[in-house]
């Protein structure tokens, strides 16, 4: 059997390892960061994307695996891998936790719910500064960036580390939204009502995608923390939990590489606007609204609707 | 009595404000009978189905399903107890392939290796298998009250409601879903709303006729159309 969407996935793979001995040092380096927010943009995409959940609180479970690393790190001497593990758990179980609560309400509400959850992470992290070390943020000594023997402050061991982590995300995601969970998933976005007429739980289903999502997001935090040695308050403000919904949207919201396209072509949006102009969100405002008008289902949604049965084979 | 009884509502009442749409109704459905509820537009029809099938909380009353209450149950658990319910306004999922509509009711009864074959066999008795990489959205408007039926079929539900299941079909589409519904029973219940009284007279073993929320006359087809009060209600109002 042939399976298209896994060639396309692999072949998006082998462009990416073929990256890491073509690029230079200053994009090498960008295309990690990007690898390493783009499994966040997956996680989000998860609860957006496939399950319809809009929720504007991501940050909380991005910072949890930020600081769910980085504390145990500097503060309790932990090495690299437990720290990692301990991020990955702090996001999740978190994310359930604010399921649990927020999943009561939908639409306007849930994103209202979900934000002021996460403006409360934000100022607890400002609150406990003695600890977070607040708006400064706790930096990471490069020794401490260690696992499993590698050292993630090394470039290209970080760029392998972080393809690594954004490969098993990938894969990950793509069985699981071509799997009958994610079908009920899809079913959830599509029609509640008529999804719950087939004997589904709304709530269990919902819940178990936001889970999920944070997993994916305590990943990505808890990775940050470790290979680029810092975590503070403005990366749990309300911008990182708009910016993941950006880079879906612009990738494609629903397909399992957009994301990873959303957020290149925005990092590289911004990185050239900089270069002319220090208005850069004025640039990002312009192509949002141009998204909307031309391209509502962001780039890889367009064109899986041209291809038509091919696109949909290709790219779920 | 018992053992031939699969559900069983007492007293049932939902209002809506000042409005008794469902007003302390009761209802018997045989095993394997095919029951079709009538009444004329507004009589409460469709909330009464609605409180059956768990969509609508009952104000005060009792449901009884193969002996058990599930009053209480929330609808996506008697869903699972067998309750199936097929919807008035066409609800498939438009962006989801005909196939993806399907395997969706067959795989949440814990179907999974054989998820393939039982959806394209569901997909086969509505004759919907030439359309299974279809987008449903795509399909025409008659192959969508199928799919809907599709869908209700692959749950394998012990009752199967529909509601008003052949409203815009052809009439050739209408004569290939009666000798759909002909072939559940007795091993299914049907409980249907509708308004064909072609359909009715033709499908139905017993009819329960309401009007102003409340049960008017319950009988076998001959029994009602002889029934004085319901000509005046409905059949009379028709003609």
Known sequence: MRDRALLSHLGLVAVLMAAHWMLPAYHHDAVAKVLVLSVYAMGYNIAFGYTGMLSLGHALFFAAGLYGAAMPLTLWGWTGGPALAAGLVAATVLAAAVGLLALRTRGVSFMIVTLMFAQAGYLTILYLGRWTRGDEGIVIAQPLRRIMGLDLSDGATRYLAALLLFVLGLLACLHLVRSPFGRVMVAMRENEERARMLGYNPFTVKLAALTLSGLYSGAAGAAYALMFGYAGASLAGVQYSILPMLWVLLGGAGTVAGPFLGCLLMFYLIDYASVITSATLLVVGVALVALVLFAPKGALGALRDRLGKEGRAWLP | ?239
């Open chain 2, 1 to 239: 009595m018992a053992a031939v009884t699969l559900l069983e509502a007492r007293g049932l009442t939902r209002h809506f404000g000042g409005l008794k749409a469902v007003d302390g109704v009761d209802l018997d459905l045989a095993r394997g009978e095919i029951h079709a509820l009538i009444g004329p537009n507004g009589a409460g029809k469709t909330t009464f189905v609605s409180l059956l099938s768990g969509r609508t909380p009952a104000q005060s009353g009792t449901v009884r399903f193969e002996g058990r209450d599930i009053t209480r149950l929330p609808a996506h658990a008697r869903v699972r107890q067998g309750i199936a319910y097929t919807f008035q306004i066409t609800q498939v999922f438009a962006n989801l392939t005909t196939f993806d509509n399907v395997a969706l009711a067959v795989q949440g009864r814990g179907v999974s290796k054989r998820l393939v074959r039982e959806t394209s066999a569901a997909l086969e008795r509505v004759g919907l298998a030439d359309c299974a990489d279809e987008v449903a959205g795509t399909l025409s408007y008659g192959h969508q009250r199928l799919l809907e039926i599709a869908m209700g079929l692959a749950l394998n539900p012990r009752l199967l409601i529909l509601d008003e299941p052949t409203q815009g079909l052809a009439i050739g589409e209408i004569e290939n879903f009666k000798r759909l519904i002909e072939g559940l029973v007795p091993e299914r219940t049907v409980l249907l709303i509708e308004h064909n009284m072609d359909v009715v007279m033709d499908l139905a073993h017993r009819i329960t006729v309401l009007n102003f929320g409340q049960v008017l006359s319950t009988g076998t087809p001959e029994e009602i159309r002889a029934n004085a009060a319901v000509q005046a209600a409905y059949l009379g109002g028709q003609a």
